[in-house]
């Protein structure tokens, strides 16, 4: 063969191998960059998965078709079979290098799960129980006290109602002891800012009357003076006298109507029949209501009653509450 002809060859072989390395490179890049994903979706990488496992999973959740460049995309993309486990979201129209991208971070779906403000701790109960993808409860309420630190068996009021986040996997206790932690938080600074000579002793007795702030309270802007009505109450002895205590104390007997003998009946929530405070909170309540409490308006009221429409009218005087209900509540 002569020079020429060897030379023609090896020219032929380079330019095979460039196209061929370029052939490679599109399909591998129209592999990676092709939109997988219909429609945005869960998608869980169990513990101990690796870079081949990981095919295999896509194509068992038909994200892949087929594994043909899989082995290719792995040895000329090491940067991508960094797995790490977790359950992410794939947004609609994510390609393979999205995907694994995704993966490779570590960004795990955030799950949002809201308590809101007045809630109990067995609504708690059930809103965690309806969670996905969260480690439910081992422990009854009194060992999650004990198990949080707390000098009280109950739960009830000593939890921050607020939006929290959590990735698949966590513990409900996990979320409960960041509530309870944030509540700390909420309640040590409130208190070391509370007005001067208010009847609270510890500040889980302002904790008990915020709980019920919070249940009396249609209208955030009534919360001082509503406030303001029990604590002058507990100056003068005056019994706290509010439905949502009684409500608390008949627990599923509450079938949305309170009666004579229920007002009558001694339980140790019926502010009717006991002096001072019940013997926790009823509810978890709100900064705001914990606010209200602490930082009562100034006023003489010593009762209110609803308006119907959200707001309450204050009274002073038996007389003038008395009217007021026949007003608002009987429409006389």
Excluded: C
Excluded at 38 to 52: I, K, P, R, Y
Excluded at 96 to 119: M, P, W
């Amino acid at each position: 063969m002569t020079t020429k002809k060897i030379l023609f060859a090896l020219f032929f072989l380079i330019i095979l191998m460039i196209g061929s390395i370029f052939w490679v490179q599109h399909k591998l890049n129209r592999y990676l960059n092709t939109p997988r994903v219909e429609q945005a979706m869960l998608f869980t990488v169990d513990s101990g998965s690796h870079f081949s496992r990981l095919g295999h999973t896509l194509l068992t959740a038909e994200i892949v078709t087929d594994l043909t460049w899989w082995k290719a995309l792995g040895k000329l993309h090491p940067e991508l079979t960094h797995i790490k486990s977790g359950t992410y979201q794939l947004q609609q129209g994510f390609s393979l290098n999205d995907i694994l991208i995704t993966i490779n971070k570590g960004d795990e779906y955030q799950f949002s799960i809201t308590f809101v403000e007045g809630s109990t701790f067995n609504e708690w109960l059930q809103i965690l129980n309806n969670a996905p993808l969260i480690k439910p409860l081992q422990e009854n309420e009194q060992q999650i006290a004990e198990r949080l630190g707390s000098p009280h068996q109950k739960l009830e009021g000593l939890l921050f109602p607020e939006t929290y986040h959590y990735t698949a996997g966590m513990s409900a206790y996990q979320l409960i002891e960041k509530s309870y932690l944030h509540q700390q938080q909420v309640v040590e600074k409130l208190w070391a800012e509370r007005d001067k000579d208010l009847p609270f002793k510890t500040p889980y007795e302002a904790l008990i009357l915020a709980s019920i702030v919070e249940k009396e309270s249609g209208l955030s802007a009534d919360r001082d003076k509503i406030a303001s009505v029990f604590v002058n109450r507990m100056r003068i002895g005056m019994r706290l006298q509010t439905d949502p205590t009684v409500i608390y104390g008949m627990g599923e007997r509450y079938d949305g109507r309170i009666r004579s003998k229920d007002l009558r009946e001694d339980t140790a929530y019926n502010t009717y029949r006991i002096d001072g405070l019940p013997p926790t909170p009823i509810a978890m309540p709100s900064e705001a209501a914990l606010y209200a409490t602490l930082h009562p308006a100034t006023t003489k009221y010593l009762y209110f009653v609803s308006k119907g429409d959200g707001t309450s009218y204050f009274s002073k005087s038996l007389k003038e509450h008395n009217q007021a209900v026949r007003k608002y509540i009987l429409g006389k």
